[in-house]
């Protein structure tokens, strides 16, 4: 079927909204008429190159919409589903079966640096020839999304679908990084680097928990006010202050117990490591560059019994994990909507631009 799409054509390039064909559905998979997508950050960094995805492309990777078509062996949906697409998994390797489907051993061919299915077909083509997609199992800058069956959850009646389009990456990375990875002990300090759509959901998953103090850390005072309004027992502005320093000073010295850094910038993961406490956790969920590293101090790493985590996707299960999320979003103990402002998808490029300058914290496009 054709459809318009937002194309990327080189790296740095603008969106471009340009018709293309979508692939017939195979058996295990379906068409997606998409009523919603968020931008993240990592649409961004694809954009650039900075995370590799071979272009010209079809990004977007928080869809939401309603089922059109599905294949003759998907038996969860029928047209007029509303669903939430999230990543892609195989369904058979041990991760998959060991429940952690965002460990599938093909995941990062899934959903990231292949551009097409596993055997190499292009999902997306136009008259000059095929267009990469399959970008997180979805490429959902678009009218229209080829998805797998496995990457749709069922979406509820009573919340609209521009609301919970985040849920399939950014706000079940942040949530999950800190009720799945992070886990914290009752009456600890756990401190959020990056106050951005991903650290702001961490923020809010923090104040489900048991700790005593949820720290948030950004340079933008308006996102630090934000963050106490959700939750934040305390928000240090990393422009004024040093951040280890004050880590210490309101923990009487010692260090946080838990930190999860957000922002992707290595100075400020480092930073992180260096406000823990001993036997204190940092949870990795900002990603730099490919081949970013940095430096540790072994001998500190040991001695203090720091553990340095990282996480994709939170370790969710998207299946199991976003109904939860909902949930908490009825009872309002979780109100990601605070941080989504919509813009039509005709406006992607200054949605994209307005992301970038951090003006906003969690665009979602709306097809009319």
């Known amino acids: 079927m054709k459809t318009t799409a937002a194309v990327v054509e080189a790296k740095g390039a603008a969106f471009e909204l340009t018709e293309v064909t979508l692939d017939d559905p195979r058996p295990d998979e379906m068409v997606v008429r998409i009523a919603a997508v968020g931008l993240c950050h990592t649409d961004l960094s694809a954009r650039t190159g900075a995370t ?9 990777h928080e869809g939401a919409g309603v089922v059109e078509a599905v294949g003759s062996q998907v038996g969860d949906f029928t047209p007029g589903d509303r669903v939430i697409i999230s990543f892609n998994s195989c369904g058979a390797c041990a991760g998959c079966r060991a429940g952690r489907p965002v460990y599938c051993d093909h995941w990062t061919a899934l959903n990231l640096l292949g551009g097409s299915r596993l055997d190499g077909s292009a999902p997306i083509s136009r008259a000059s020839g095929p267009v990469h997609g399959h970008f997180f199992g979805q490429s959902s800058f678009a009218h229209h999304a080829l998805v797998h069956a496995r990457s749709a959850v069922k979406a509820p009646d009573d919340i609209d679908l521009d609301v919970l389009a985040p849920l399939g990456c950014s706000v079940q990375t942040g949530v999950g990084a ?78 946080a117990n838990y930190a999860v850094e957000t922002s992707g910038r290595l100075a400020v993961l480092e930073g992180a490591i260096a406000s823990l406490a001993s036997a ?82 969690k665009p979602v496009l709306v097809m009319s």
């Open 280 to 361: 204190g956790t940092c949870v990795v969920v900002g990603a730099p560059p490919l081949g970013s590293t940095i430096s540790v101090d072994v001998p500190d790493l040991l001695g203090r019994g720091i553990r340095l985590l990282g996480t994709n996707q939170g370790d969710s299960d998207p299946q199991l994990f976003l109904p939860r999320l909902i949930d908490l979003y009825r009872e309002g103990r979780l109100p990601f909507d605070r941080l989504i402002q919509r813009f039509p998808f005709e406006k992607i490029n200054d949605a994209a631009a307005q992301a970038l300058d951090g003006s906003v914290i």
């Open 52 to 60: 590799p995805f071979p272009l010209p492309a079809v990004l977007g």
């Open 178 to 255: 800190v009720l799945n990875v992070a886990r914290p002990t009752p009456g600890s300090t756990l401190v959020v680097f990056g106050a951005g759509g991903v650290g702001l959901a961490a923020l809010m998953g923090a104040r489900l928990t048991s700790a005593s103090r949820v720290v948030a850390v950004d340079v933008n005072p308006a996102r630090l006010e934000l963050a106490r309004e959700l939750g934040a027992t305390h928000t240090i502005n990393a422009a004024e202050a040093d951040v280890p320093e004050a880590v210490r000073e309101l923990t009487g010295g010692t260090g």
